[in-house]
């Protein structure tokens, strides 16, 4: 397969449970030149697990990156491999979550505490493909929150060959907050991955946490290589056509009509259920597809009510035009 040339001005964050293949076909539909992520996998999952299944996409998803989990140099060095033979574009390390079921396994974002060890995980999973190998992470956790803690950790690991850091610009509080508590309540201080880009102008530096407008967009994009959007572009998945426009004017690019994204997923449901997927492993991606318009709340609804039966036809999707005619 040829290199693929992309940019990292746009990007959609790994989301646990929703940045799965049917969400990123259907976000892929509405820019076709933002970056998307899985949810984290670990390595150890690929390894000893169906990483077939685990790591199976589409080719319309590309550029797409594959985030790993894990602290074992070895075992991230096989699931980067495994990523790089399935077509991935690049190999994300998951340095950022704070889950207790992640810190149990001892990686996420308790692992800035061991910048040495963050560094030789990367180079490991570096000298094991030939894509590139980025971290995402954290701008701190607990009290070691300086900027000169996040610097030193940047620099630990650029020396091991990483060269994309992507930063969620709070700190992660590792006992004491839920998982969505820490999206939350750390407060977001950009000034941090400011002053890294200031300080490594080498490295790409993409940002991550509280972008949800197009002027938040455009102020970090003066200042970074890129931005990362992450539940936003989830609950309002046709604003990225608008940011598409934004962030890459260069492009030739017309931003698609709703009704003809829902119904090229009604061909991708029906080819779905060829393969036993059932609808609501699809459909519930779509949900904020109608959000700000009228007859969106109907529409949401009738999608809803209509997962639930198991009488439902593969046909919803189209069927559910109907409810703007009411």
């Not at 000893?48 to 140099?73: C, I, K, N, T, Y």
């Not at 704070?98 to 692992?111: D, E, H, K, N, T």
């Not at 890294?196 to 993409?206: M, R």
Request: proline letters at 6%; hydrophobic letters at 40%.
């Amino acid at each position: 397969m040829p290199e693929l040339i992309f940019h990292r001005r746009l990007s959609v964050a790994p989301m646990m449970d929703w940045t799965d293949r049917h969400c990123r076909y259907f976000l892929r539909l509405l820019s076709p030149d933002v970056l998307l992520y899985t949810e984290m996998v670990t390595a150890a999952a690929l390894i000893h697990g169906d990483a077939d299944r685990l790591l199976e996409f589409r080719a319309e998803e590309h550029p797409v990156a594959l985030q790993l989990g894990g602290s074992d140099p070895a075992l991230l060095a096989g699931a980067a491999k495994l990523g790089g033979q399935a077509g991935y574009n690049e190999i994300n390390l998951n340095i950022g979550c704070p889950s207790p079921r992640v810190q149990a396994g001892s990686f996420g974002a308790c692992l800035m505490a061991d910048p040495q060890l963050v560094a030789d995980c990367v180079r490991a999973m570096a000298e094991a493909v030939d894509i590139p190998i980025t971290v995402k992470t954290r701008i701190g956790i607990d009290d070691h929150d300086s900027y000169e803690f996040l610097r030193d950790f940047v620099a630990t690991v650029a020396d091991a060959g990483c060269s994309v850091f992507v930063i969620h610009a709070r700190k992660a509080l590792l006992s004491g907050l839920s998982p969505k508590e820490n999206r939350q309540a750390p407060p977001l201080i950009y000034e941090r991955a400011y002053r890294i880009k200031q300080e490594f102008p080498h490295l790409a530096i993409v940002v991550n946490g509280g972008i949800d407008s197009t002027d938040k967009v455009g102020v970090h994009l003066e200042k970074l290589d890129g931005v990362m959007i992450g539940r936003h572009a989830y609950h309002h998945p046709f604003w990225l056509c608008e940011v598409q426009r934004q962030v890459y004017p260069e492009t030739d690019y017309t931003a698609p009509d709703r009704e003809s994204v829902l119904r090229q997923m009604h061909g991708y449901l029906q080819e779905c259920a060829e393969q036993g997927v059932r609808p609501h492993v699809v459909i519930r991606h779509m949900m904020g597809l109608y959000t700000g318009e009228a007859g969106g709340k109907r529409w949401r609804r009738f999608l809803s009510e209509q997962v639930q039966d198991p009488a439902a036809g593969g046909d919803m999707l189209l069927r559910s035009l109907a409810v703007f005619a009411l």
